[in-house]
Protein backbone atom coordinates (compact mmCIF):
# COMPACT_ATOMS: atom_id res chain seq x y z
CA UNK A 1 0.00 0.00 0.00
CA UNK A 2 1.37 3.33 -0.81
CA UNK A 3 2.50 5.48 1.80
CA UNK A 4 -0.35 8.74 1.84
CA UNK A 5 2.08 11.52 3.15
CA UNK A 6 4.30 10.02 -0.07
CA UNK A 7 1.68 10.33 -2.40
CA UNK A 8 0.91 13.95 -1.29
CA UNK A 9 3.54 15.09 -1.22
CA UNK A 10 4.95 14.02 -4.66
CA UNK A 11 0.98 15.58 -5.86
CA UNK A 12 1.70 19.18 -4.35
CA UNK A 13 5.47 18.53 -5.98
CA UNK A 14 3.98 18.48 -9.14
CA UNK A 15 1.09 20.95 -8.80
CA UNK A 16 3.61 23.24 -7.38
CA UNK A 17 5.80 23.06 -10.92
CA UNK A 18 3.14 23.48 -12.79
CA UNK A 19 2.22 27.14 -10.82
CA UNK A 20 6.31 27.83 -10.94
CA UNK A 21 6.30 27.47 -14.65
CA UNK A 22 3.16 29.28 -15.73
CA UNK A 23 4.17 32.40 -13.42
CA UNK A 24 8.10 32.18 -14.80
CA UNK A 25 6.17 32.22 -18.40
CA UNK A 26 3.99 35.11 -17.48
CA UNK A 27 7.25 37.03 -16.04
CA UNK A 28 9.21 36.52 -18.63
CA UNK A 29 5.99 37.94 -21.53
CA UNK A 30 6.34 40.48 -18.72
CA UNK A 31 10.04 41.94 -19.28
CA UNK A 32 11.53 40.53 -22.66
CA UNK A 33 11.57 42.97 -25.57
CA UNK A 34 9.89 39.96 -27.61
CA UNK A 35 6.80 40.38 -26.02
CA UNK A 36 6.87 44.27 -25.59
CA UNK A 37 3.90 44.38 -27.76
CA UNK A 38 1.68 43.25 -24.93
CA UNK A 39 2.12 46.79 -23.15
CA UNK A 40 0.06 48.01 -25.58
CA UNK A 41 -2.64 45.49 -26.14
CA UNK A 42 -4.99 43.17 -23.96
CA UNK A 43 -3.74 39.63 -23.93
CA UNK A 44 -6.86 37.28 -24.71
CA UNK A 45 -6.48 34.65 -22.30
CA UNK A 46 -8.64 31.67 -20.35
CA UNK A 47 -7.74 29.66 -17.55
CA UNK A 48 -9.53 26.56 -16.00
CA UNK A 49 -9.59 24.37 -13.65
CA UNK A 50 -11.89 20.80 -13.40
CA UNK A 51 -12.20 17.65 -11.48
CA UNK A 52 -14.17 14.86 -11.65
CA UNK A 53 -14.43 10.99 -11.63
CA UNK A 54 -15.18 7.89 -13.16
CA UNK A 55 -14.67 3.83 -14.04
CA UNK A 56 -12.29 2.45 -16.01
CA UNK A 57 -11.07 -0.75 -16.98
CA UNK A 58 -7.63 -2.31 -17.01
CA UNK A 59 -6.13 -5.84 -18.04
CA UNK A 60 -3.06 -7.14 -15.83
CA UNK A 61 -0.42 -8.79 -17.73
CA UNK A 62 1.30 -11.52 -16.28
CA UNK A 63 5.24 -11.64 -15.65
CA UNK A 64 4.92 -15.08 -16.77
CA UNK A 65 3.72 -16.04 -20.00
CA UNK A 66 2.02 -19.31 -18.98
CA UNK A 67 -0.11 -17.76 -16.06
CA UNK A 68 -4.22 -16.33 -17.68
CA UNK A 69 -4.33 -12.72 -17.61
CA UNK A 70 -6.81 -11.10 -15.38
CA UNK A 71 -9.22 -7.74 -16.12
CA UNK A 72 -9.92 -4.89 -14.06
CA UNK A 73 -13.51 -3.99 -15.08
CA UNK A 74 -14.65 -1.27 -12.85
CA UNK A 75 -11.54 0.20 -11.50
CA UNK A 76 -12.33 3.57 -9.54
CA UNK A 77 -10.68 6.76 -11.51
CA UNK A 78 -10.33 10.42 -9.86
CA UNK A 79 -10.04 13.44 -12.14
CA UNK A 80 -7.82 15.86 -9.83
CA UNK A 81 -7.26 18.79 -10.72
CA UNK A 82 -6.71 19.51 -14.34
CA UNK A 83 -5.10 22.95 -14.68
CA UNK A 84 -5.22 24.62 -17.77
CA UNK A 85 -4.72 27.71 -19.89
CA UNK A 86 -4.73 29.57 -23.02
CA UNK A 87 -3.53 32.64 -24.53
CA UNK A 88 -4.34 34.06 -27.92
CA UNK A 89 -1.92 35.14 -29.52
CA UNK A 90 -4.01 36.29 -32.73
CA UNK A 91 -7.51 36.15 -33.80
CA UNK A 92 -6.62 32.59 -35.32
CA UNK A 93 -4.53 31.29 -33.49
CA UNK A 94 -4.11 30.28 -29.75
CA UNK A 95 -1.87 28.20 -27.86
CA UNK A 96 -2.88 25.98 -24.76
CA UNK A 97 -0.84 24.48 -21.52
CA UNK A 98 -2.36 22.12 -19.24
CA UNK A 99 -2.01 19.56 -16.43
CA UNK A 100 -4.02 16.48 -15.65
CA UNK A 101 -3.67 14.24 -12.66
CA UNK A 102 -5.48 10.85 -13.35
CA UNK A 103 -5.84 8.78 -9.50
CA UNK A 104 -6.89 5.31 -10.62
CA UNK A 105 -7.44 2.67 -7.88
CA UNK A 106 -6.25 -0.58 -9.43
CA UNK A 107 -5.37 -4.39 -9.05
CA UNK A 108 -2.31 -5.53 -9.29
CA UNK A 109 -0.45 -8.84 -9.73
CA UNK A 110 1.04 -10.37 -6.95
CA UNK A 111 4.59 -10.97 -6.74
CA UNK A 112 5.55 -13.57 -7.09
CA UNK A 113 2.20 -15.39 -8.22
CA UNK A 114 2.35 -18.92 -7.77
CA UNK A 115 -1.61 -19.75 -8.93
CA UNK A 116 -1.71 -20.07 -12.88
CA UNK A 117 -5.77 -19.56 -12.96
CA UNK A 118 -6.83 -16.05 -13.72
CA UNK A 119 -9.77 -15.98 -10.64
CA UNK A 120 -7.66 -16.73 -7.76
CA UNK A 121 -4.64 -14.62 -8.88
CA UNK A 122 -7.51 -11.85 -8.96
CA UNK A 123 -8.32 -12.43 -5.51
CA UNK A 124 -4.97 -12.24 -3.82
CA UNK A 125 -3.85 -9.24 -6.34
CA UNK A 126 -2.19 -6.16 -4.60
CA UNK A 127 -4.48 -2.88 -4.36
CA UNK A 128 -2.84 0.25 -5.08
CA UNK A 129 -3.62 3.94 -6.01
CA UNK A 130 -1.52 5.00 -8.60
CA UNK A 131 -1.13 8.52 -10.17
CA UNK A 132 -0.72 8.54 -13.52
CA UNK A 133 -0.27 12.46 -14.47
CA UNK A 134 0.18 14.56 -17.59
CA UNK A 135 1.31 17.48 -19.24
CA UNK A 136 0.13 18.92 -22.44
CA UNK A 137 0.45 21.68 -24.67
CA UNK A 138 -0.92 22.37 -28.49
CA UNK A 139 -1.76 25.02 -30.86
CA UNK A 140 -5.03 25.60 -31.92
CA UNK A 141 -6.15 26.77 -35.46
CA UNK A 142 -9.35 29.11 -35.61
CA UNK A 143 -10.62 29.11 -39.55
CA UNK A 144 -11.75 31.46 -41.53
CA UNK A 145 -9.12 33.84 -40.33
CA UNK A 146 -10.73 36.90 -41.71
CA UNK A 147 -13.42 36.57 -39.58
CA UNK A 148 -15.21 40.06 -39.27
CA UNK A 149 -18.19 39.43 -36.39
CA UNK A 150 -21.38 41.86 -37.20
CA UNK A 151 -24.42 42.51 -35.20
CA UNK A 152 -28.05 42.13 -36.61
CA UNK A 153 -29.93 45.64 -36.52
Known amino acids: MINRFDFWE ?6 SIVIIAFGTFMAL ?3 TPLFAIF ?3 IIHFEGFVSGGFGISGTEVIPRDYRNEPFTNAASLTFLLPELGARFFITKWLAVHFSYRNHLVLD ?3 ASPRNET ?6 EKADS ?5 MMFNMGVSFFFPMDFKYTTFR
Do not use: G, P, T, Y
Open 107 to 109: KFE
Open 117 to 122: KADIAK
Open 39 to 41: NNQ
Open 29 to 31: CNQ
Open 10 to 15: KWLFSV
Open 128 to 132: RLIAN
